[in-house]
């Protein structure tokens, strides 16, 4: 699978938008985008994928770049809820066997 | 609707021991995982099976024993438990194919000690 690269940590005010980064230089045509949360003492969250286009949910947005190259998560109003680590996985076969790096740890502060 | 079910929460064990840690899912998924996730790490795949009577290694298989003989469960064995296998183990499952367009679904975690 292509590798991600994520910063390791990012801070945001509570109430305010948070963009978080991930680069995939490395991307193949058939890889899916996925992203997922992980939330103190609690398994991951699927958060949203996407291919080619961008993505809205009820959680977030997904915006690709033209290239897909690079991909953000876009949280709209983040919440204190929100604090988690979030991993963008690269996915073209099962999400039974996904490959997680070490994610970027998002503090939300009031 | 219960999702994807681990039991126990916690667990210690001494050197040697052997357990099993269980898995259950309700939404007749055909796959199944088991990552471990050690302290400021992401999770790493142990065992995966993509329906019942067919398991495959992840990148870290040695020492776990894995078996499906039905599509709700997916235990976990630990033969003879080492400290080196203390880590916080998730189950998740997904509905089958998709070629990257489905999503998994996780359990809340065994966190096991090894002492």
């Known amino acids: 699978d292509a590798k991600t690269t994520q910063p390791n940590s990012m801070e945001s005010n509570e109430e305010e938008p948070v963009h978080l980064p991930c680069n995939h230089s490395?991307?193949?045509?058939?890889?899916?985008i996925h992203w997922y949360r992980q939330l103190p003492s609690q398994g991951p969250e699927y958060v949203i994928h996407?291919?080619?286009s961008n993505v809205n949910n009820r959680m977030a947005s997904l915006a690709i770049a033209e290239d897909r190259k690079s991909s953000t998560l876009i949280l709209h109003r983040a919440t204190l809820r929100d604090a988690a680590v979030y991993y963008c996985?690269?996915?073209?076969?099962?999400?039974?066997?996904?490959?997680f790096g070490t994610g970027t740890r998002l503090q939300v502060t009031l | 609707n219960a999702g994807v079910t681990q039991t126990p929460k916690f667990q210690v064990l001494k050197t040697g021991q052997s357990m099993t840690l269980q898995c259950a899912q309700d939404?007749?998924?055909?796959?199944m995982s088991w990552y471990r996730q050690d302290p400021g790490m992401g999770l790493r795949l142990i065992h995966y099976?993509?329906?019942?009577?067919?398991?495959d290694q992840g990148e870290v298989p040695n020492g776990y024993n894995v078996s499906r003989s039905t599509t709700e469960d997916f235990p976990l064995r630990l033969l003879s438990a080492a400290p080196s296998q203390t880590s916080v183990y998730f189950c998740?499952?997904?509905?089958?194919?998709?070629?990257?367009?489905?999503?998994?679904?996780f359990g809340q975690g065994t966190r096991l000690t090894v002492v």
């Open positions: 998740a499952s997904t509905r089958e194919g998709g070629r990257g367009n489905t999503e998994a679904f």
């Open positions: 490395t991307i193949s045509g058939t890889d899916y």
């Open positions: 996407g291919l080619t």
């Open positions: 996985i690269l996915n073209s076969g099962t999400a039974s066997k996904l490959t």
């Open positions: 939404m007749n998924h055909e796959y």
């Open positions: 099976s993509v329906g019942a009577g067919i398991t």
